[in-house]
């Protein structure tokens, strides 16, 4: 049983309806439109792919209905201070060459004068930069690795294509409000939940997409919360569509702002907005007027207000509740992580799947897991507000006091020492990423690893001259963005839609 029909919800069924048909079971799905969904969640990262796949999902036939782009890396702009920009690619520096990261090789470059910029060692900064994008290319025997890419799209045609998906495996959807409750007296299991009309739905496995409320796994388990705004102060977001006036980029653009910053999200039909603010140095009214003087095109609607707290569900499984998606917590849209946790977390939902009952030791790892991983986001998320040289609003200077987490302090320390960057096996974030961040808010290493100052200067130059050659090359051969949409996955005109 799983209640909402938020993006959350929809994954949840489709991913368990199409790897569990023909097994017995029976998938019911909750949802109510009078409640609605948050409708914001646009920005993905590169693991929707494997999730489609896993779903066997058509790519155009999804990108058309869902109105979507191409995402090649996220800029970040005047977050290390103003008018200084850069970006985070979804694709690699160079090569890895003497079995260590290229960063190191590029680090003695730069010590030895060398002038080129990290920059143009990695395909998919010089494609979004040219507003380029493509999956093949005629320059692609060469050894620089193929762009990485993930999508922008329209939050709620993205839950419709998933809802026709499911009901067309079986899944049952039910309209109505959940008002109540039930719970098993001898342990405190979920055992059913009643509808506003009297509908009693029973269940064995309950997972609560049910959004920021947690309808099951705090208003009826209590699981608790774990508030992180010490970290990550930004409690609010303003969001607002906007006509598309332009080319549509191939990137998400993220503007560091007087108590926040603004995403701004190119999709085929309308382009996504919205300030991410804290409400300590910022008024919603203000948040509002100072978003809609700050986007490309006309507003297709007024500025939507939306509030949360940064954090975790202590337990994410207890007893027979999953909670999946702002259920579970929820950590600011910065790196678009929420989708990806949604999905790694229905993996390894499937993967611990219980079969004869529950067994706690499992409930317990998939906690840990859960965990370390959102632990290992919000380092990563805090080492943009931190690691700044802004200090020019109280918002800002409030940032530069952050405290931050241990984990992130060990690995900062690694990084200006030795230029090493260790992530672990299951990590989101790999070390292209690390670097890209760490680099873009201004932090250089004092030296880099041993074994990049073995190879001979004139080998060093010849392979770095292959590399950024390669990659000019390689994005030469791509077609525009919106070129290359309008040849493979062209949405159709949605003109009586305004978000
Ligand atoms: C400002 C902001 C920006 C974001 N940007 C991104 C982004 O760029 N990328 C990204 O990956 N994620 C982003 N997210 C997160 C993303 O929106 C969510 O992770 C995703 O949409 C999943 O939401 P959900 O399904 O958990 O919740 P919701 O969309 O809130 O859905 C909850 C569902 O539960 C139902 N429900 C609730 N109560 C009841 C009840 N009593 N009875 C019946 N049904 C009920 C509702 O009707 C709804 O169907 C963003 C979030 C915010 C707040």
């Known amino acids: 049983m799983i209640v909402g029909g938020g993006s959350a919800g ?12 023909g097994g017995g079971y029976t998938i019911d ?23 489609n796949r896993s779903l066997e999902i058509d790519e155009a036939e999804f990108i058309r209905a869902t109105q979507a782009s191409f995402k090649l890396a996220i800029e970040f702009v005047d977050w290390t201070r103003p008018g200084f920009s850069y970006m985070h690619p979804f694709g690699f520096y160079g090569v890895q060459m003497s079995g260590i990261y290229f960063h190191h090789f590029w680090l003695r470059h730069q010590a030895q004068g060398g002038t080129l910029p990290y920059d143009a060692f990695c395909s998919n900064i010089i494609a979004a930069r040219a507003g380029k994008f493509g999956r093949t290319s005629t320059a692609d025997k060469l050894p620089v690795p193929p762009l990485g890419y993930a999508y922008h ?83 609010r977001a303003m969001a607002v569509p906007c006509e598309r006036i332009v080319a549509t980029t191939p990137y998400t653009r993220s503007t560091a702002r007087e108590a926040g910053w603004q995403w701004r999200i190119p999709l085929q039909h309308r382009t996504g907005n919205g300030y991410v603010y804290c409400s300590s140095f910022l008024g919603d009214d203000e948040a509002a007027t100072l978003l809609a003087g700050r986007l490309d095109g006309a507003a297709l609607n007024t500025p939507r207000p939306l509030r949360f707290v940064t954090g975790r569900r202590k337990e994410v499984w207890k007893k027979n509740c999953v909670a999946l998606g702002l259920a579970s917590g929820f950590l600011e849209p910065l790196e678009s992580t929420s989708i990806h946790l949604v999905l790694a977390s229905i993996a390894r939902l499937l993967f611990m799947f219980p079969g004869d009952g529950f067994d706690q030791a499992s409930i317990d790892k998939f906690n840990s897991l859960a965990r370390t991983e959102t632990e290992e986001i919000r ?16 918002f800002w200077r409030h940032c530069q006091a952050i405290k931050r987490p241990d984990t992130l302090v060990q690995r900062l320390e690694m990084f200006e020492r030795s230029a090493n960057i260790v992530v672990s096996t299951g990590e989101l974030f790999r070390e292209p990423s690390w670097f890209a961040v760490l680099m873009g808010q201004g ?11 073995i190879l001979p200067d004139a080998e060093l130059a010849r392979r770095f001259e292959l590399m950024s ?3 000019r090359k390689r994005v030469q051969a791509y077609p525009l963005h919106d070129e290359f949409i309008r040849e493979h996955c062209a949405a159709p005109p949605l003109p009586e839609r305004a978000a």
């Open 29 to 51: 799905l909750v949802e109510s439109e009078e409640i609605g969904t948050v409708g914001v969640g646009e920005a993905t990262i590169p693991s929707i792919l494997d999730f």
């Open 153 to 235: 799209f329209d939050a709620g045609l993205y839950a419709a294509f998933l809802r026709k998906f499911s009901e067309a495996l079986g899944v049952k959807r039910h309209e109505g409000r959940v008002v109540d409750v039930a719970l098993r007296a001898t342990d405190g299991f979920i055992e059913s939940i009643k509808l506003a009309d009297g509908r009693i739905i029973a269940g064995d496995l309950f997972i609560d997409c049910s959004g920021f409320r947690g309808l099951l796994i705090e208003q009826t388990l209590h699981a608790g919360y774990e508030d992180w705004s010490e970290f990550l102060p930004c409690d």
């Open 10 to 21: 929809w994954m949840a069924a489709a991913s368990l309806a199409k790897a569990m048909t």
């Open 443 to 453: 932090i250089r290493p004092k030296s880099y690893h041993p074994i990049a100052d």
């Open 469 to 471: 050659d390669d990659v």
């Open 379 to 394: 380092d990563f998320l805090v080492l943009h507000y931190t690691a700044t040289e802004r200090n020019d609003t109280p």
